[in-house]
Every structure is written in structure tokens, then in C-alpha cells.
């Protein structure tokens, strides 16, 4: 596609139920990156990808947080046993390699943990 | 390590005023600098950027010029419009570090007519 793709657009759960996120990058972008966008917290990197390896997870704020990325396409990015904290709006983002080149960003997940 | 810091908002100003929103960084090196704009209901979309020292970007009437000497990457408008109402990030970027984006608090500017 054209852009970043994400879906779900919008998922609300129980707390305690696991999630699934999926991110289909711009075609070529071989750098994938998670982020978190929490009311009034900005934006938190949570997990890196270049091709289908993680450097840098450095963000994921527990063990109930995981990705993967597959064919060095798509990416999926679980929450497992979710808690009402979690509520947030997950973006993904990809770019071409170089310190210079832009990130560009899906219209995010919103996840509701009721 | 390294970090963003701007100036807090909400900030509102009248249709045609001067805008500045001031953003420092802390880095090591020679990271690329960034704003991006999050306008109402969308994504998070690149406003412009810079590469290097005295570098400046430009875009919709928008700039900011990489100030290596006082680590700040301030962005600039001379005459605001109503549309120009969103959240502004700054933003550094460092090779070294998977060329992760560091972002900073974001700075809402809303614009009255």
C-alpha cells in the first residue's frame, strides 16, 4: 500500500483478555519501530525491528508486551493478560535505513482496557 | 541519554500572530532533528526537518534551524492560520541507536480566528 497500514483502527477489551496489533509497513522500509501515545504521556518507543531481528526492545514495559516481525514485512505486537493501563493508542512507524530519512506513521490502533 | 525538551503548552494565539515553539535537545554527536504535526483526528505527519548544523527546514510557511551551539531545533511561523491548530513534536534521531525517534512532550497550539 500507499502508507503505514495498522488494524484494528479501534479494539476495546476486558482487562485480563490477550490483544493482538498488526502493523504492514510501507513496501522497502526495512526499519520498523513501535510506539505508545498515552493521554498526556507523549509518545514512548517501545520496540525496534530492522528486517525481521530486534535490536533495541528497550520500551516494552513488561513481559506481557511482545513483537514479531515476519518476511521482513509485517509486524504483530501482543499484549498478553491486558490491564486498564495499557490504554493507549499503539503506532507503528517505518523508514528507509539512514539517520536522516523521516518515519512514517499508521493512524494507530486505540486499545481500551475496560 | 539522549532526550527532547519543549516548551510546554497548550499554547493559543489569534489568526496572523507569530508563533515559536522552542525545542532543546541532549544528544551525543550529530543526530537529525524533526518536528512532526498530529492535526485533529489523524496520524503523526513529518513537518520538516534537518541533518545537520545550521541546516535549516522549511515547510507551509513553517522553519527550524539546527543550532548546534545551543542544541535547539525551535520551530517558527510568521502568521498562524486556524488550520495550523494541532500538536507539534520534536524530535531527534540517531543512527547508533536503530535510528529510533526521541520525541519530546509535544506542544499543543490551538489558533483562534
Known amino acids: 500500500g500507499a502508507g503505514v497500514s495498522q488494524s484494528p483502527s479501534n479494539k476495546v477489551t476486558e482487562k485480563g483478555k490477550d490483544v493482538e496489533l498488526r502493523c504492514d509497513p510501507i513496501s522497502g522500509h526495512t526499519a520498523l519501530y513501535w510506539y505508545r501515545q498515552s493521554l498526556g504521556q507523549g509518545l514512548e518507543f517501545l520496540i525496534y525491528f530492522q528486517g525481521n531481528s530486534a535490536p533495541d526492545k528497550s520500551g516494552l514495559p513488561s513481559d506481557r508486551f511482545s513483537a514479531e516481525r515476519t518476511g521482513g514485512s509485517v509486524s504483530t505486537l501482543t499484549i498478553q493478560r491486558t490491564q486498564q493501563e495499557d490504554s493507549a493508542v499503539y503506532l507503528c512507524?517505518?523508514?528507509?535505513?539512514?539517520?536522516?530519512?523521516?518515519?512514517?506513521f499508521g493512524e494507530g490502533s486505540r486499545l481500551t482496557v475496560l | 541519554g539522549d532526550s527532547v525538551t519543549q516548551m510546554e503548552g497548550p499554547v493559543t494565539l489569534s489568526e496572523e500572530a507569530f508563533l515559536t515553539i522552542n525545542c532543546t535537545y541532549t544528544?551525543?554527536?550529530?543526530?537529525?532533528l524533526f518536528w512532526y504535526v498530529q492535526y485533529p483526528g489523524e496520524g503523526l505527519q513529518l513537518l520538516l526537518k534537518?541533518?545537520?548544523?545550521?541546516d535549516k527546514g522549511s515547510n507551509k510557511g513553517f522553519e527550524a534551524t539546527y543550532r548546534k551551539e545551543t542544541t535547539s531545533f525551535h520551530l517558527e511561523k510568521g502568521s498562524v492560520q486556524v488550520s495550523d491548530s494541532a500538536v507539534y513534536f520534536c524530535?531527534?534521531?540517531?543512527?547508533?541507536?536503530?535510528?529510533?525517534?526521541?520525541f519530546g512532550q509535544g506542544t499543543e497550539l490551538s489558533v483562534k480566528p
Open positions: 534537518a541533518t545537520k548544523a545550521d
Open positions: 512507524a517505518s523508514s528507509l535505513p539512514g539517520q536522516g530519512k523521516e518515519l512514517f
Open positions: 524530535a531527534l534521531r540517531r543512527a547508533n541507536q536503530g535510528g529510533k525517534l526521541i
Open positions: 544528544a551525543t554527536g550529530y543526530p537529525s
